[in-house]
């Protein structure tokens, strides 16, 4: 059975860069020939796509994050991380990862998520 | 972007009632909808894709329709683990968007 688990600090500085890692077990990241994405969450409010990477290293993202995101996999840890730049108050959410499904674009399962604060 | 609305916001029903969630999207999207459940704290769960077919493992209640710009979701025979939050989501065009979500609670 597919899990995924992300991992990272839970409390960044405005202006800083917000790393997270999604490990994936109970399969290959690179066999399964899926996407990868992220989605996040401000609380109380409702779900974001920021972004899809593939084993293979090709993204699409959300324009909306203005080009603040890259994507990337290891696929010798069997992860795949999320980086966003020069961030603030309103990317304050919790973050969670999930195999794509149907290319880059339906998401299952996902990880439990991890909440992100942004906070000097 | 598209634009994916639901209605209603939230919604009060009973176990044992049937229900019946909206989602609209600002253009046609064929049928690119996924429909998703989120428990408190916990992650979204997709439930049905490609606007009418179940993900493996959901139960036959629910059942999804619809395709251009307009969409349902329909529990029949509410059971109390079925209070939660359902999200609709358009995956017709990137960037895909979800629907504000809509809340469903025990009267």
């Known amino acids: 059975q597919l899990q995924l688990q992300e991992s990272g600090p839970g409390l960044v500085k405005p202006s800083e860069t917000l790393s997270l890692t999604c490990t994936v077990s109970g399969g290959s990241i690179s066999s399964s020939s899926s996407y990868w994405g992220w989605i996040r969450q401000p609380p109380g409010k409702g779900l974001e796509w920021i972004g899809s990477i593939y084993y293979s290293g090709s993204t699409s993202d959300n324009p909306s994050l203005k080009s603040r995101v890259t994507m990337s996999v290891d696929t010798s840890k069997n992860q795949f991380s999320l980086k966003l730049r020069s961030v603030t108050a309103a990317d304050t959410a919790v973050y969670y990862c999930?195999?794509?499904?149907?290319?880059?674009?339906?998401?299952?399962?996902w990880g439990q998520g991890t909440l992100v604060t942004v906070s000097s | 972007d598209i634009q994916m609305t639901q209605s209603p916001s939230s919604l009060s029903a009973s176990v044992g009632d049937r229900v019946t969630i909206t989602c609209r999207a600002s253009?046609?999207?064929?049928?690119?909808l996924n429909w998703y459940q989120q428990k408190p704290g916990k992650a979204p769960k997709l439930l049905i894709y490609a606007a009418s077919t179940l993900q493996s493992g959901v139960p036959s209640r629910f059942s999804g329709s619809g395709s251009g710009t307009d969409f349902t979701l329909t529990i029949t025979s509410l059971q109390p683990e079925d209070f939660a939050t359902y999200y609709c989501q358009q995956r017709y065009r990137s960037p895909y968007t979800f629907g504000q979500g809509t809340k469903l609670e025990i009267k």
């Open positions: 999930a195999r794509c499904v149907h290319y880059d674009s339906t998401f299952d399962p």
């Open positions: 253009q046609s999207i064929s049928s690119y």
